[in-house]
């Protein structure tokens, strides 16, 4: 699978809640039924607790939805969360550009600031993460907490 040829970060709108939430119930099905963990509710529940549409951006891809990435400021710098990409459109360096260019305007904004993630345990996600610098700071038994230092960004 090759890049596409446009890939925009658009502003969440309120309406978007839902559609978001059943993507993310889509991305983490398998992740979350691997821990014995998954919700058909609760899955999407704790993603309408946490939208925010102020730092939500949709990811679009040649003109079609994609995904969705948040970065909320934080304490001490920022927090990645919501990054769901569609099934058809992981894997082919999608991830790493919206990923890249979210890093980087968050370096532009304040570049002393870290930026924190969780990722669920065996998540292909967390290789990604880690291409990028993200080092592991904590874990449970669910949840993989990682951290990108400012001097480590790319």
């Known amino acids: ?10 502003a969440a709108e309120p ?3 839902d559609r978001l ?7 983490l099905f398998e992740s979350l039924n691997q821990l014995g963990r998954y919700s058909e509710q609760g899955v999407r529940e704790r993603f309408h607790r946490s939208f925010d549409p102020a730092f939500t951006r949709i990811i679009e891809t040649d003109g079609e939805f994609a ?3 948040a970065l909320k ?3 001490n710098g920022y927090l990645l969360e919501h990054f769901y990409l569609r099934q058809e459109t992981r894997g082919g360096g999608v991830g790493a550009e919206v990923l890249g260019r979210v890093l980087a305007e968050a370096a532009s904004a304040d570049p002393a600031a870290a930026v924190r993630l969780n990722v669920l345990h065996g998540s292909a996600a967390r290789r990604l993460y880690e291409r990028f610098g993200f080092k592991t700071e904590s874990e449970d038994e669910i949840d993989v907490f990682m951290i ?3 001097e480590t960004k790319a």
């Open 21 to 27: 939430a059943e993507l993310r119930a889509e991305a």
């Open 148 to 150: 990108l230092h400012p």
């Open 15 to 17: 309406s978007d809640a």
């Open 67 to 69: 995904g969705c990435i």
């Open 1 to 10: 699978m090759k890049l596409p040829e446009s890939i925009r970060l658009l």
């Open 73 to 75: 400021p934080a304490e």
